[in-house]
């Protein structure tokens, strides 16, 4: 017997969708404000304060013209009793006497006056016999004529103290032209501009020790001073040769300190290139210079010992370090701090708007205290933000180098080295 020939068997209710079935029960509503009531309410605030803002900035008397202004009469003015009785002009002066000189007595029986005079009229006409004033003049003027000729002159050009040779007479045709040129006020051309005082330009831009650099840049000898010098190994890597390398630790110019590089290509010798002197991987020490001036973007090092990766070393005499380009320094990144010089000038500008706004504008007597509280307050905020302005301009830029980035070491001084090979290698063990 089938389940469909069963009379009247109930049936199983139907499943219900995944969806319908609920896991949780319902949050509870959440309570919510008013949109449109904060909408007014937010903007009856921004009402009230540009309201406040527009009648601040209004000018004193606009703000005053509803108020009724104190009248003072001038029409009578009382004086006192003294400034009645003066005269109102002067005319009305009363003539002065000039006064009389004082008259002198009889001369006391111990003045010398008379015989003093005297004696000065007879010692003015003594002069000796053969005495003339006018050829003794003029043989004074010929000596001292004389002394200027045969002297030296002395005179400072750019910093520096220079000697003209006294003038020598030259029949052959005009004397030549010497640096005493320079000293003549009405000298034409750029011998004049030598002898003029040194302006805060000229000392900046360092023009006399650029003349100074011409002229001692020739020589009249026409053969070197230095002899040939034999090599003193033929292990050597002579002046001239740079070498490359990367900096293993950063550099930060706030505080001066030291500097490490690696070498990342093998240095050879300069005579033949066969025989490796420096192995890549060996270490530089250095330092670099953490006086920066305004202005300045690259950081100044200087290398002073090298050590290979046996733990042989050897002293460098202060190399210049230079970029991949050959320029001194190293250019990385530079901050200016202008930063602090920005909040301090927008700080001292907030500090002084708030004083300004603190006191009235009708300067009463009942608002003298809070006037003179105000400027008061005033003062110590420009003398603040002024110091505080000068001080972070003072403030040297902070220089930075990466560590990875590329350095050169320019050898200015031959290097004596060995061939090289580790000192210490293990045959068997360590020995």
């Not at 003038?167 to 004397?175: D, K, Y």
């Not at 030598?194 to 000229?202: C, F, I, V």
Request: glycine fraction near 8%; avoid cysteine; proline fraction near 9%.
């Amino acid at each position: 017997m089938s389940q469909d020939d069963s009379p009247d068997m109930p049936r199983a209710a139907p499943k219900l969708a995944p969806e319908q079935v609920a896991l949780r029960a319902q949050p509870r509503p959440v309570t919510r404000l008013n949109r449109r009531m904060l909408a007014i309410l937010v903007g009856s605030v921004a009402t009230a304060v540009l309201g406040a803002t527009l009648w601040s900035l209004q000018a004193p008397q606009r703000r005053d013209a509803g108020e009724s202004a104190e009248l003072y009469n001038v029409d009578r003015v009382s004086r006192s009793e003294g400034l009645a009785q003066l005269p109102t002009d002067y005319s009305q002066l009363p003539p002065t006497v000039p006064s009389l000189p004082p008259e002198l007595g009889e001369p006391l029986p111990g003045d010398l006056g008379a015989p003093i005079l005297r004696a000065e009229q007879r010692a003015q006409d003594y002069s000796q016999p053969g005495y003339d004033p006018a050829e003794a003049e003029r043989l004074a003027r010929l000596k001292e004529a004389e002394e200027a000729a045969a002297s030296s002159v002395f005179f400072s050009t750019g910093g520096q103290r220079v000697t003209v040779a006294p003038p020598t007479q030259n029949l052959a045709g005009p004397p030549p032209l010497t640096g005493l040129a320079g000293f003549d006020p009405l000298a034409a051309g750029p011998a004049s501009t030598a002898a003029q005082p040194a302006d805060p330009t000229a000392v900046q831009n360092r023009q006399g020790q650029k003349e100074a650099f011409l002229s001692n840049a020739g020589s009249t000898q026409t053969r070197n001073s230095g002899n040939l010098q034999l090599p003193a190994s033929p292990y050597q890597v002579m002046a001239g040769t740079v070498i490359a390398g990367a900096l293993v630790t950063g550099i930060k110019s706030d505080l001066p300190g030291d500097v490490i590089a690696t070498v990342t290509e093998p240095v050879y010798d300069t005579a033949t290139g066969h025989h490796l002197l420096i192995p890549q991987g060996s270490r530089i020490l250095g330092r670099y210079n953490s006086q920066v001036s305004y202005g300045q973007t690259r950081v100044q090092m200087v290398w002073h010992r090298l050590i290979l990766p046996d733990t042989s070393s050897s002293q460098l005499d202060n190399l210049v370090g230079t970029d991949p380009a050959g320029y001194a320094g190293l250019e990385d990144g530079v901050d200016w701090h202008w930063d602090r010089v920005f909040a301090g000038a927008v700080l001292t500008t907030l500090l002084g708007v708030g004083a300004e706004l603190a006191a009235p504008e009708n300067r009463q007597d009942g608002d003298r205290v809070i006037v003179a509280g105000r400027d008061s307050v005033q003062d110590s905020v420009n003398q603040i933000g002024q110091e505080m302005t000068r001080r972070n301009m003072n403030i040297q830029p902070t220089l930075t180098a990466r560590p990875g980035l590329p350095v050169r070491i320019i050898v200015n001084r031959d290097l004596v080295l060995r061939p090289y090979q580790p000192l210490f290698f293990q045959r068997g063990s360590l020995q």
